[in-house]
């Protein structure tokens, strides 16, 4: 198949236009800028005049002054930023040792509870023990006390059986 290196000869398609009509819009124009409002394009001022660069330094040094500000703002801030930053962080600190300190003083208050509310139940339990014990002693020495005379007569027989066999 061969291409043909000659223009086309086909007019291209154009598409078909709608029959709907436009609505008109007026055209307004626009005010003409006032003298006060145009800047000078660099193009028209061949060269600048003194009262120009006179404006172009304050412009610069204004600039100049302004990135210094801030820089000094930016400095600022870090600055304010550091010092919340370690104030934040010596809180927290702070914190962390009042919840110690409180879970401490909680475990002492729980142990100390537990201890003071046996020791009742324990006291009563002794106190118990000793008024049976006393019961006791006090049934035995009743005991040994009709006991006694039998044993004490006893004695003096054994005493007159010696003294015979001696």
Do not use: G, W
């Not at 154009?14 to 819009?25: A, F, H, M, V």
């Not at 302004?66 to 809180?91: A, G």
């Amino acid at each position: 198949m061969m291409y043909s290196t000659e223009p086309s000869t086909s007019k291209p398609h154009r598409k078909p236009k709608s029959k709907k009509q436009k609505p008109n819009t007026p055209k307004v124009l626009s005010p003409t800028p006032s003298p006060e409002h145009q800047l000078p394009s660099p193009l028209n001022d061949s060269l600048p005049t003194a009262k120009d660069s006179l404006t172009l330094k304050e412009l610069i040094d204004l600039c100049t002054k302004l990135s210094n500000k801030v820089l000094d703002l930016e400095c600022e801030v870090i600055d304010i930023k550091s010092f919340f930053t370690d104030k934040i962080q010596k809180l927290k600190d702070r914190v962390d040792q009042l919840k110690e300190k409180n879970q401490n003083l909680k475990e002492k208050y729980f142990k100390t509870t537990q201890v003071d509310s046996a020791a009742p139940v324990e006291n009563i339990e002794k106190l118990f023990k000793q008024e049976r014990m006393i019961a006791y002693m006090d049934a035995d020495v009743e005991d040994t006390d009709e006991e006694e005379p039998a044993k004490v007569e006893e004695v003096p027989e054994v005493v007159k059986a010696a003294k015979l066999m001696t």
